[in-house]
T-cell receptor, first 111, second 115 residues
Framework: DQQVKQNSPSLSVQEGRISILNCDYT??????FLWYKKYPAEGPTFLIS???IKDKNEDGRFTVFLNKSAKHLSLHIVPSQPGDSAVYFC??????????WGAGTKLIIKP | DSGVTQTPKHLITATGQRVTLRCSPR?????VYWYQQSLDQGLQFLIQ???????AKGNILERFSAQQFPDLHSELNLSSLELGDSALYFC??????????????FGPGTRLTVL
């Protein structure tokens, strides 16, 4: 039972454009969502998070949007840079319980 | 560099064998988490320790066990290994162990190959 789904295994975006990574979840009890970024041969690194009481959180070039009614969140990267090429994982938790992770989306930024 | 170290980086072993993976958390972090990532899958939470005590258990097989020592380093023991145990094993640490909201810092992982 995949509670957190990232349906796009990969995404290719032109440098300077907006990258939009999507994540869907099935458990309406989730109240905290995170995005992690992973480079090859490294562990994931925390990128940005959002609580279910908000619908948007912004940090520099990164913005996460949460649509609770649709059980959907997205990560926007503007403008996209070559260093953003990585695998992005969406994760969710409820009541401070363990994180449930999506399978990841590989983002490729084309020069 | 996250400050979390994992050894070894790579491990190749045979079915039926037992291995130990080691993790040293960031300085000051009390909580250690273990994750398994199989090919093209998300991270599966295995187990969490907080200051030497087991805090939470996820999808950890009975053949697997872990512990956290007084110096806060942790070991994950995998026994009676099967081909399906081949995966990347990540260790993460956080300051105080609130599972969902505490930022976790990941090590580079140990790639286990079971032949």
């Amino acid at each position: 039972d995949q509670q957190v789904k990232q349906n796009s295994p990969s995404l290719s975006v032109q440098e300077g454009r907006i990258s939009i990574l999507n994540c869907d979840y099935t458990n309406s009890m989730f109240d905290y969502f995170l995005w992690y970024k992973k480079y090859p041969a490294e562990g994931p690194t925390f990128l940005i998070s959002i609580s279910s009481i908000k619908d948007k959180n912004e940090d520099g070039r990164f913005t996460v949007f949460l649509n609770k009614s649709a059980k959907h969140l997205s990560l926007h990267i503007v403008p996209s840079q070559p260093g953003d090429s990585a695998v992005y994982f969406c994760a969710a938790s409820h009541s401070n319980y363990q994180l449930i992770w999506g399978a990841g989306t590989k983002l490729i930024i084309k020069p | 560099d996250s400050g979390v170290t994992q050894t070894p980086k790579h491990l190749i072993t045979a079915t039926g064998q037992r291995v130990t993976l080691r993790c040293s958390p960031r300085s000051g972090d009390l909580s250690v988490y273990w994750y398994q990532q199989s090919l093209d899958q998300g991270l599966q939470f295995l187990i969490q320790y907080y200051n030497g005590e087991e805090r939470a258990k996820g999808n950890i097989l009975e053949r697997f066990s872990a512990q956290q020592f007084p110096d806060l380093h942790s070991e994950l023991n995998l026994s009676s290994l099967e081909l399906g145990d081949s995966a990347l094993y990540f260790c993460a640490s956080s300051v105080d162990g609130a599972l969902g909201t505490d930022t976790q810092y990941f090590g580079p992982g140990t790639r286990l190959t079971v032949l």
